[in-house]
């Protein structure tokens, strides 16, 4: 169901289309030319694409491929920049516009197994007819040509290299993730999936499905995902020895970096992970018009160094590298488990009840809008602590700290719930607060339980989406949890209540990691 939308949906696509084209006349000149061609992929569906060579390309010598899938409800023009960029430092460049989108033929397979069968029949189409190498291939993409790209290569060892920008490593926990729809992210998704392409009766399905909340097609759904997670197939990237860079954004409302970064630990072969400020796809889509874009730059260092051989570095630094949401600063860390190694506890202490239904006013923002303005401004949602209706919602705070703490990686939640239904939806919140009591979103995550026995206590245990914030001195942390955020479905029956408590043998905690100092 994911894959690549922006808030403007296909007219972003034009635009790209656009720009790329508007800078034409200058990349053109070394390169050797645009071929516009149509593919038979799976079945004899008919794919549009376009293959850029480097100039003087005349057959006597072979050249590095590189494929790039569209976006979801992108055009081919989409890479053409990048596609340029790329043929001039002497590869060979083949973008196609996948499967049920724009004029390619065929039905939308939402990342299943006539895209990854698709990706074959380019790699093969472009072997018979362009001067590309069978020994030194890579394919990258954007959101949907990401994760496409990761399950086209672990289908397909003829794959040595991926780039995968703003994918998935997981599409369930991605929008699904702690069993609660990400309710904007799929709405735009299916929007765009509407207006730009030709859903297929299965994903029209899915999307029904996942809308209606209906637990009993919730294993179909989940299994459904499954075949589309590049994570379900980690053993073949593995046993194929496929170097793999992930990068991605802090604020992703479509993928989540907890599922990335998870599934980058589990790879064993050569891997880079990146995320930076944004939402999902921003981190580089300046790169799409040709302007200068960090994650495109180290795109093109990970295909030199896996599919040229070139000694460029890349593989000797720090393989997860971070760029903080406060201060714009790289930081690199031997793996993800070292982010963040430091901890600390802020305790739950007490017993509060809230009551569900109502949004209190903490929430995570608007899809897309919320995280694009962090990036651009350092402008999170925001909410003001005092004047939060304790109603409606629990709240805790830490004191006031007197040195910055530099919050990195995963905010863990451990606490114990009593509620008055057996379904329930809850949402919480971590907030920098400053002397004013305005706090500024740190992360956030939702949870829903079903089948819980009404007036019985148990544990929950909740991952907040990974992220990287400073909070000043004299600032201080709070923990707001309520029922309601329009970013997510919520099942708490009308009248509902939650109660939080802290029992001494199981005491209620926030464990938030630090970056030493």
């Known amino acids: ?29 070394a390169t050797g030319g645009i071929r516009y061609v149509d593919i038979a992929g799976d079945g004899g569906t008919v794919l549009k694409a376009n293959v850029v060579t480097p100039a003087g390309a005349d057959g006597t010598r072979r050249y590095p491929l590189i494929v790039l899938p569209t976006s979801w409800g992108f055009p081919q023009v989409e890479y053409l920049a990048q ?37 074959a ?20 993409g954007v959101s949907y040509g990401a994760g496409i ?22 599409l369930i926990d991605s929008i699904y993730s702690g069993r609660t729809q990400h309710l904007q992210a799929a709405a735009l998704l299916d929007t765009v999936g509407t207006v730009a392409g030709r859903q297929s009766a299965e994903s029209r399905e899915v999307f029904s499905a996942f809308y209606s909340s209906d637990l009993a097609k919730e294993k179909d759904i989940v299994a459904w995902g499954k075949k589309r997670s590049p994570a379900s197939f980690l053993d073949r990237l593995d046993k194929n020895g496929t170097a793999v860079m992930l990068a991605g954004a802090w604020g992703d409302t479509i993928f989540p970096p907890n599922q990335t ?52 570095g890349i593989d000797r630094e720090q393989p997860v590298q971070l760029k903080s949401r406060s201060t714009g600063g790289y930081e690199g860390y031997p793996d993800w488990k070292s982010v963040g190694a430091t901890r600390t506890k802020l305790a ?18 608007i899809v897309f809008l919320s995280s694009i303005l962090d990036q651009i401004a350092r402008v999170p949602p925001v909410a003001s602590i005092p004047l939060l209706p304790r109603y409606w919602a629990a709240v805790w705070q830490s004191e006031k700290y007197a040195t910055a703490r530099q919050v990195r990686g995963t905010t863990k939640l451990h606490t114990t719930v009593t509620p008055t239904a057996e379904s329930g939806t809850l949402v919480a919140h971590l907030y920098d607060v400053g002397p004013l009591g305005l706090g500024k979103l740190v992360s956030h995550a939702p949870y829903t339980f079903h089948g ?51 029992p001494v043998n199981d005491p209620s905690y926030v464990s938030v990691p630090l970056r030493e100092q």
């Open 1 to 29: 169901m994911a894959l690549r939308t922006t808030a403007v949906g296909a007219v972003s696509a034009s635009l790209v289309a656009g720009g790329v084209l508007g800078l034409a006349p200058a990349a053109q000149a």
């Open 83 to 119: 596609a340029r960029r790329l043929a001039d430092d002497g590869y060979v460049v083949l973008s196609y516009n996948v499967r049920g989108f724009w004029q390619s033929g065929g039905e939308i397979d939402v990342a299943g197994p006539r895209d990854v069968a698709d990706a």
């Open 452 to 502: 819980r026995t009404p007036g019985k206590p148990f544990g929950l245990d909740l991952e907040l989406f990974s992220t990287a914030y400073d909070v000043p001195a004299g600032h201080r942390l709070a923990l707001v949890v309520d029922t309601v955020d329009p970013l997510y479905i919520e099942h708490n029956p009308s009248g509902a209540r939650l109660t939080f408590s802290s």
């Open 348 to 365: 739950l202490a007490g017993t509060t009840t809230i009551h569900t239904n109502v949004d209190s006013g903490a929430d995570g923002g």
């Open 261 to 312: 970064a998870a599934f980058y630990e589990r790879l064993t072969g050569p891997k880079r992970l990146e995320f930076r400020s944004g939402d999902h796809a921003t981190p580089e889509i300046t790169g799409l018009f040709g302007l200068p874009n960090d994650v495109w730059s180290d795109t093109r260092r990970w295909m030199d160094r896996y599919l040229k051989g070139v000694d460029n």
């Open 149 to 170: 790209s990761l399950l086209a290569a672990a289908h397909d060892p003829r794959v040595k290299a991926v780039a995968s920008l703003s994918g998935w490593g997981d």
């Open 121 to 140: 029949k380019v790699v093969d189409w472009a072997l018979a007819h362009t001067p590309s190498d069978a020994r030194h291939i890579g394919m990258a």
